[in-house]
C-alpha cells in the first residue's frame, strides 16, 4: 500500500517535471496535469519494475516516471489537438 502512495507522489512530481520539459501547450490544467503525471508514474514504474530494469526506491524509478508522465502528455496533447 505504502508503494502505491509514494508511486502516487512521484507521479505528481514526475507530472509536474514533464510539463515543464515537454513541448507544446498541452493541457493546462493543473489537475489534468497531474492526472497525466500520476499515470505516467504508475505506468512507467510497474512496467520497468515487471521489466526488470529496477527495483522499487530506485533512482531509475523516477526517471521513468518523468518519461512516463511526459509520453502521456504529448499523447494527450495530440489527442486533443483541434
Do not use: C, D
Request: aromatic share 10%.
Amino acid at each position: 500500500m505504502m508503494h502505491l502512495i509514494w508511486t502516487i507522489v512521484i507521479g505528481f512530481l514526475a507530472g509536474l517535471i514533464a510539463k515543464a520539459v515537454t513541448p507544446g501547450n498541452g493541457p493546462s490544467g493543473f489537475f489534468m496535469t497531474a492526472v497525466l503525471g500520476i499515470a505516467g508514474s504508475v505506468v512507467a514504474s510497474y512496467l520497468g519494475e515487471m521489466l526488470g530494469l529496477y527495483h522499487p526506491g530506485q533512482m531509475a524509478g523516477f526517471i521513468g516516471s518523468v518519461v512516463g508522465a511526459a509520453v502521456l502528455l504529448l499523447v494527450y496533447g495530440m489527442v486533443t489537438r483541434k
